[in-house]
């Protein structure tokens, strides 16, 4: 349905981050949501464990919660800021490198807190209605229409709405809805590592048992582990590596020597013990990447979030990533003035090619983080590129900044980079033409043309960056 | 089920051209096999029209059934050699570009043929029972069982083998299982262009229209048309466009415009009132890529084809893939004597890289044949690969003859053609730095050093290749 300036009913599937998120936009703009989550409520549930990686909030995130009001509560009062990565390496060293300039941070927040707090945002608004334990199960998607199942029973009640929200994960039902649409490209990509979270309790004065404000890495080739700060001075571990890996330490000693061998400085501060119950008790868990295109179906559904482009966590974007969808289709709602079918058919025109750039930047992030975050060239690239942007901010902005920093399309920061590495490599190109035109020169006597052919090298330089 | 040796039982699902030799296969080693096509028997069927293209055989199909004794007939008695693709330029000029040398040749075979002929000899075999319109439903793959429902009935029936063949093609139902395991990587994607079959009939003689022997190619930048002869004298055309273009041409003025402008010479031998019949009685039909891996689940279950890696049929290679994935399975087989685990293992691990390659060569191929193959440096390159290929047939072998006349793996045919990029990119490098160096050595009258940098140059060079 296409309304101008009118109130539309909106059905979300999925009360996660982006879904509770997404209702708080929806119901500001006045218009009537219903949420559908087939979990059960997160505020009164047990503690979810093994839930908690991707959670480094940035730019794009706070400027989406901003508009909903909830940027100071959620990231400056709560948010743990963490201005630098710190790498440990195997023999107790650690380096920190800074993520920017030493205004720019990233913050360390609780999955399970951040969702609290927006789903008790959205609810407080009469325009929202929150299900728990209703499970989508169906549905025709080109009508607006969804099939929900209560949990427990097998009764089937149909929803419908002027627009269904597909927000709900990597592995969302809507988006399966989707697939029957013909002409949907669509991919899933899981890599051969997997992930589990292990905990760094605090010590016993109740501090944090590391320096607070920085993301630990323990890089170690094929596989690393991480730690990211909680509210409570403990910390969220969280180890990568391939499944077969995992799979090979299967007895309490292996495990020990494995940890003992690589990393060293982590074992006392989780525990013994500790580590060898959570390790036992858990199971990795996989990680997927996932593109498709396009997001939407006619003027009554989309996707959005993890549903549209769950992303591998290696570059702390994920949730950045859909919260800036929530704004960016925000915006487009007001640009369109509510018309469903062209606000619908932008964001999945406009939005497919930076989601999927950031999903590239991530899997590219997997091996930066793991292993490239060791090598002397990445080091002194990092460092150039810090110089550079101090030396002219606005025009040399480095990948990671433009990413965590900036508000740039995640698109444009790839061809940004890319741009950066042509200038760098033409560069080197033309110092090293010049130094051996310099020694020709002196070799053969021969100055006054060698400089002539400088004088004209230069003069003719703009054309190559 | 693992047997050593022993005869299994064998459910393929799929009665199009990869599923019946499949059948061939199995049998001649003994196996038992049932298969379940959800279409009627085509040798009974109406025409089938607009299923016709990608029907281009080569070496590999061609191995495949001189395995089950069916190339003879199929083949030799049955294909039309074409030795050469034919360039139609705009303005009527043809243009002759050899495939291979003046040996080596594709044959065109009609699809329903070479689908009844091999129905027939599967079915011959004892060994073989052939259900159609039996549908596959749904299944547990990892027991070896499939439900089928057969046509017009709502009833169901559950089919248990010890094996499991999906060769049921690019919209695979077996596919959709082995999508519910964990870890299963996939992905669709379609092309912005659609195909669409036009005929061009026999003259009234009852000759063919056009010459013969070769592949009739109108490329036109974004869109093409094709050409392949059949035995009784007509051509199955195929007109290659984005869907918007298709869309545009809504009145039969439009269409014959067009024709008339970009394909002239055809028009004639289509004949205005057939074209504008076929052409609106007809939809353009998409075209897909998938990839996916694995391939199998556990000791139970297979997809091979087009279910496994359909591809955009550019490169003429999708039933190559197909059959060759037969052959490939059948030695896998004898190899580890009918131990179902390990054979299912090596043909998921040995055969996913060979599949991706070449759907990303057929990929490629979708820019060549409509546009490259009208720029003079392809063309220069072409010649110099067949230049090359004469001085030395066995050490540069040129891209399209290791797809389309060799059994190179088809990632190896990748990388011996990076390879060979490679060494051509470096020799021009090497000798515009000797002309440049020879041409210094003129100028500065430093002859003697020169020579001596030439030397070494020379002598270094092997590193570089």
Redesign the interface.
Known sequence: MEQDGGKITVTIVGGGLVGALSACFFAKRGHKVRLYEYREDIRTAEYARGRSINLAMSVRARAALAVVGLEGALVREHGIPMRARMIHSRNGERRAIPYGTSEQCIYSVGRKYLNEVLLTAAEKNPNVELYFQHKMVGGDLSKGEINVEVEGSKKQMMVKADLVIGADGAFSSVRKQLMKQ?????????IEHGYMELCIPPKKSGDFAMEANYLHIWPRGNFMMIALPNQDCSWTVTLFMPFEQFKSLDTPQKLLDFFNHFYPDAVPLIGEDRLVKDFFESKPS?LVSVKCKPYHVGSSAIIIGDAAHAMVPFYGQGMNAGFEDCHIFDNLMTKHKNNLKKALEEFSDYRNPDAEAICNLAMYNYIEMRDLVNHPSFLLRKKFDMFAHWLMPNFWIPLYSSVTFSHMRYSLCIKNREWQDKVLHRSMYFLSFATILGI?AVA?K?QDTILNIYTSMIRSAHQYF
Chains 1, 2 share one sequence.
């Open positions: 013909p002409l949907f490209n669509y991919s899933q990509t899981y996989p020709s053969y021969c």
